[in-house]
């Protein structure tokens, strides 16, 4: 059974950092796809990184440049680092893995940004 668990969401001001960090149990994160979505109230849950089996990133046009999708083999983590965060970034972020037959969600964790 795999399971996720976020961690690492909280309250920072605009131009502030956080890191997100998916502890995965029941799978090895080297050698699956996974990648971090957010949903914001009333908007469609988007994908914001990619990070493939050969360990391809990927990201949406509005993070390039500011958020980096990682992973700890160690610590059989995924993480995701978020530099000069925005306002509009506030939304529940969500932990994503995919095997070849399943997907599994996080519970997700709240990023909330101040203006």
């Known amino acids: 059974q795999v399971q996720l668990v976020e961690s690492g969401g909280g309250s920072v001001q605009a131009g502030g950092s956080l890191t997100l960090s998916c502890a995965a149990s029941?799978?090895?994160?080297?050698?699956?796809?996974m990648a971090w979505f957010r949903q914001a109230p009333g908007k469609e849950r988007e994908r914001v990184a990619i990070?493939?089996?050969?360990?391809?990133?990927s990201y949406a046009n509005s993070v390039k440049g500011r958020l980096a999708i990682s992973k700890d083999r160690a610590e059989n983590t995924l993480y995701l680092q978020m530099n000069s965060l925005k306002p509009e970034e506030t939304a529940m972020y969500y932990c994503?893995?995919?095997?070849?037959?399943?997907?599994?969600w996080g519970q997700g964790t709240q990023v909330t940004v101040s203006s």
């Open positions: 994503y893995l995919a095997t070849q037959f399943y997907s599994y």
């Open positions: 029941g799978a090895t994160v080297s050698n699956v796809e």
């Open positions: 990070m493939d089996r050969v360990s391809v990133r």
